[in-house]
């Protein structure tokens, strides 16, 4: 049976296209990544000083500050911290805005697949809030709003969790998607698993040193491991047939 050359280029170039927009979206996803983690380091050298129970302490401490004062419209010295805050909370916002791409692309991966790319779908899902939380935390800088800030960092972490699980489970039962990159989710998973242990386990005159350093080492992992995984599906999404 012969194909109908007009045909088969119409196929090919909405193949091409779909793939286009996939690639968009994951490129996106990477982009975001990319841009929170060369802007973190920029927002800590210019935060303008101060801890909760120390405001005369110079600059940002890596042991003793967390991420969420960086955002404060009003470092703990008392100063402005405009740069700061403005380089913190934009990153912070589009780091939850552009891994929301991920997740919506990603169940194209596992298509032709029954339990792999329901286990994708649920995880996407559940990644849509997690991407969501990122932006509520930077909309409520934690001077201004603390008690709605520290909700959307706890749910931050703890809807990691099953994203990492499901996400985990679809690349094992997947035969495109190489079992390196379920490595890199159990990774994340037992580092958010270690630090959410931590915080419920450690006592109150430890838990702020606990927090503020496994707090920066969540945040660096979060952002490193949805960079490869973006990077990864990007090039996955290339050798699809559909």
Same mark, same amino acid.
């Not at 927009?21 to 490129?27: A, C, G, P, R, S």
């Not at 805050?85 to 805005?97: A, D, E, P, Q």
């Not at 749910?155 to 390196?180: E, Q, Y």
């Given at each position: 049976?012969?194909?109908?050359?007009? $045909?088969? &280029?119409?196929?090919?170039?909405?193949?091409?296209?779909?793939? $286009?927009?996939? $690639?968009?979206?994951?490129?996106?996803?990477?982009?975001?990544?990319?841009?929170?983690?060369? =802007?973190?380091?920029?927002?800590?050298?210019?935060?303008?000083? &101060?801890? %909760?129970?120390?405001?005369?302490?110079?600059?940002?401490?890596?042991?003793?500050? *967390? =991420?969420?004062? =960086?955002?404060?419209?009003?470092?703990?010295?008392?100063?402005? $911290?405009?740069? !700061?805050?403005?380089?913190?909370?934009? !990153?912070?916002?589009?780091?939850?805005?552009? =891994?929301?791409?991920?997740?919506?692309?990603?169940?194209?991966? +596992?298509?032709?697949?029954?339990?792999?790319?329901? *286990? !994708?779908?649920?995880?996407?899902?559940?990644?849509?809030?997690?991407?969501?939380?990122?932006?509520?935390?930077?909309?409520?800088?934690?001077?201004?709003?603390?008690?709605?800030?520290?909700? +959307?960092?706890?749910?931050?972490?703890?809807?990691?969790?099953?994203?990492?699980?499901?996400?985990? +489970? %679809? @690349?094992?039962?997947?035969?495109? +998607?190489?079992?390196?990159?379920?490595?890199?989710?159990?990774?994340?998973?037992?580092?958010?698993? @270690?630090?959410?242990?931590?915080?419920?386990?450690?006592?109150?005159?430890? @838990?702020?040193?606990?927090?503020?350093?496994?707090?920066?080492?969540?945040?660096? !992992?979060?952002?490193?491991?949805?960079?490869?995984?973006?990077?990864?599906?990007?090039?996955?999404?290339?050798?699809?047939?559909?």
């Amino acid at each position: 049976m012969m194909t109908n050359p007009e $045909n088969y &280029g119409k196929v090919t170039i909405q193949m091409q296209s779909k793939r $286009n927009w996939y $690639n968009v979206l994951f490129t996106l996803s990477a982009i975001g990544m990319i841009q929170a983690l060369v =802007l973190l380091p920029i927002a800590i050298i210019a935060y303008t000083g &101060g801890l %909760a129970g120390d405001p005369d302490s110079p600059g940002f401490s890596l042991l003793y500050n *967390f =991420l969420s004062d =960086l955002g404060r419209t009003v470092a703990y010295s008392g100063t402005s $911290n405009l740069i !700061s805050s403005l380089i913190f909370n934009i !990153s912070l916002f589009f780091t939850g805005v552009l =891994l929301i791409p991920y997740f919506i692309a990603l169940p194209k991966i +596992f298509q032709g697949t029954r339990e792999p790319l329901w *286990f !994708s779908i649920f995880g996407s899902v559940i990644g849509v809030f997690f991407a969501l939380t990122f932006v509520g935390a930077s909309l409520t800088p934690s001077d201004l709003y603390m008690e709605t800030h520290l909700m +959307f960092g706890a749910l931050s972490f703890i809807s990691g969790l099953p994203i990492v699980v499901f996400h985990t +489970f %679809a @690349i094992l039962g997947s035969p495109r +998607f190489p079992n390196r990159y379920a490595v890199i989710y159990i990774a994340l998973g037992v580092v958010l698993s @270690i630090f959410l242990y931590s915080i419920f386990q450690t006592g109150p005159s430890e @838990i702020s040193l606990v927090v503020t350093i496994g707090q920066k080492f969540v945040v660096v !992992s979060i952002m490193l491991c949805f960079l490869v995984q973006s990077l990864a599906a990007n090039k996955i999404i290339n050798t699809s047939d559909s």
